[in-house]
T-cell receptor, first 108, second 115 residues
Framework: GQNIDQPTEMTATEGAIVQINCTYQ??????LFWYQQHAGEAPTFLSY????GLEEKGRFSSFLSRSKGYSYLLLKELQMKDSASYLC?????????FGTGTRLKVLA | DTAVSQTPKYLVTQMGNDKSIKCEQN?????MYWYKQDSKKFLKIMFS???????INETVPNRFSPKSPDKAHLNLHINSLELGDSAVYFC??????????????FGEGSWLTVV
């Protein structure tokens, strides 16, 4: 079966670092996406990991371990505008399977 | 220049009606998708089309009929609307095997409310 798990909600303080975890069990795997979705808006692309390891892009980094079926998104120097849902998605070719998303609340 | 555009953005309609949502992408992508996002914010794939051919149909009721007249368009027609069809419908597109790593680009969403 297809299963992608993320925490439902997280809260962090402005300026802090937060790590959002994602575990997956899927029948096909080409890579893993992270998307950000603000309320009332479409998801926007953050990162795509194909190989194991950490990829850094500014304040955001994403990590993948294919053998463990595990990924995380690391957000540094949190800003109020980072309050959003963060969706983990598995690239299964013609089919991108999304997790339920993690709602991140950044407090002043 | 909107990359993936959907219309209408908002739609309120009565149970039993038939409605359509249109989607167009100007990115030159060969694959298009429809996703449904329910009130719990779970984004679930409904259909995917590659070069106008249906590739994925995720056990969607046959009241939902997608149609792809060409690679740049994927429309969604819904017959006999039910209350449970109320959701946000996102169109998306990408090109598989591209240098951008299969990144999918979403339209702005169509908010459907069935009353």
């Amino acid at each position: 079966g297809q299963n992608i798990d993320q925490p439902t909600e997280m809260t962090a303080t402005e300026g802090a670092i937060v790590q959002i975890n994602c575990t997956y069990q899927t029948s096909g795997f080409n890579g893993l996406f992270w998307y950000q979705q603000h309320a009332g808006e479409a998801p926007t692309f953050l990162s795509y990991n194909v190989l194991d390891g950490l990829e850094e892009k500014g304040r955001f980094s994403s990590f993948l371990s294919r053998s463990k079926g595990y990924s995380y998104l690391l957000l540094k120097e949190l800003q109020m505008k980072d309050s959003a849902s963060y969706l983990c998605a598995v690239d299964g070719t013609y089919k991108y399977i999304f997790g339920t998303g993690t709602r991140l609340k950044v407090l002043a | 220049d909107t990359a993936v555009s959907q219309t209408p953005k908002y739609l309120v309609t009565q149970m039993g009606n038939d409605k359509s949502i249109k989607c167009e992408q100007n990115l030159g992508h060969d694959t298009m998708y429809w996703y449904k996002q329910d009130s719990k914010k779970f984004l679930k794939i409904m259909f995917s089309y590659n070069n106008k051919e249906l590739i994925i149909n995720e056990t969607v009721p046959n009241r939902f009929s997608p149609k792809s007249p060409d690679k740049a368009h994927l429309n969604l027609h819904i017959n006999s609307l039910e209350l449970g069809d109320s959701a946000v419908y996102f169109c998306a597109s990408n090109s598989l095997g591209s240098l951008s790593g299969n990144t999918i680009y979403f339209g702005e969403g169509s908010w459907l409310t069935v009353v």
